[in-house]
């Protein structure tokens, strides 16, 4: 049994599985990784210079000749339209907006045949994607790792796939594939899925980050400004808790975020990454990390979740059945 949307077509994959775009995490071998198994990878280049999202993208290709896509955050204007010509050049099948609708490089991906999606935490902000000519949106609950809203996507999914007419992601807290089929039924086209791959044998996250999320539950995420600000979901820690009643004294982001690199607690990519210290550093993780016990490889990951929504999908046709005791015409 195998499972295909509409999606699938649009980007030439075989499976509706999106790794998220997560920047220090979602390098080379997670992308190639994903896209390889028949999901859609996706390089976290927001922190990246335009000739390191080359090599990245060079080593993806090395890896898998299969579409993947690259992520970075389009609220910083000062490298996009440099790193969106890397993006077209070295062949991505999708450019995906972390914050913020990319009007000025748009019609540019466009005329490359690049897919443009954007990140929406809010239904408005998905309207606005697809009135600017967007091709999908992921729509993002606040359950999920990393910067995130404050509506939850129980709310937030089936009313962004009602407000837009182009294919919707589902994220937030999706680790397997009961989550997939519920993205499904509530009209999303697939899942774009963070946490549970940071949580994978190729990611390139600390041991100790790993570590941290395997013994977490569901309760010790918190949302904080504290190192970027912006709202952003991570694991609780005593750094998270220091700045927990000074929350008047928090930066703008991204001032916020250099003072974070300043103090040594935004390593997620930097070459030093593994030195990072659970009780201070940043681990953006979503409340979905109480389900993840173990760290498989990604193709694994891709795998497990479309067999599992098969046979979510597959029960679940089975609840439907004809009232019982009533005649048949
Ligand atoms: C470690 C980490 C880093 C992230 N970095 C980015 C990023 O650079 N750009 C982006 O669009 N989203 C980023 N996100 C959010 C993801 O794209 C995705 O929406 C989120 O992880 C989904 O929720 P989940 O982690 O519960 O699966 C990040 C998430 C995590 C966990």
Known sequence: ?????????????????????????????????????????????????????????????????????????????????????????????????????????????????????????????????????????????????????????????????????IPVLAAGSIVDGRGLAAALAFGADGIWMGTRFVAAREARAAESYKKAILEAGSSDTIVTRCYSGKTMRVLRNAYVDEWADRTDEILPFPEQSALSYREGVMNLSLDNYEEMDPNRSCMPTGQGCGRIDDLPPAGEIVRRVVEQACQTLARMQALVVEPAGRDRP
């Open 1 to 165: 049994m195998t499972l295909r949307t509409p999606i699938c077509d649009l980007l030439g994959i075989e499976f509706p599985v999106f790794l998220a775009g997560m920047g220090g995490i979602s390098f080379a071998e997670l992308c190639a990784a994903v896209s390889e198994a028949g999901g859609f990878g996706t390089l976290g280049a927001a922190a990246s210079s335009p000739e390191e999202i080359r090599s990245q993208m060079r080593e993806v290709r090395r890896l898998t000749d299969k579409p993947f896509g690259v992520d970075l955050l389009a609220a910083l204007p000062e490298t996009l339209e440099a790193s969106a010509e890397v993006i077209i050049e070295e062949g991505a099948s999708a450019f995906i907006a972390g914050l913020g609708i990319p009007r000025t490089v748009l019609a540019r991906f466009h005329e490359a045949d690049v897919k443009v999606f954007s990140m929406c935490g809010r239904v408005e902000h998905a309207r606005a994607a697809a009135d600017a000519g967007c091709d999908a949106v992921v729509a993002q609950g606040t359950e999920a790792g990393g910067h995130t809203g404050r509506v939850a996507g129980m709310a937030l999914i089936p009313q962004i796939v009602d407000a837009v007419d």
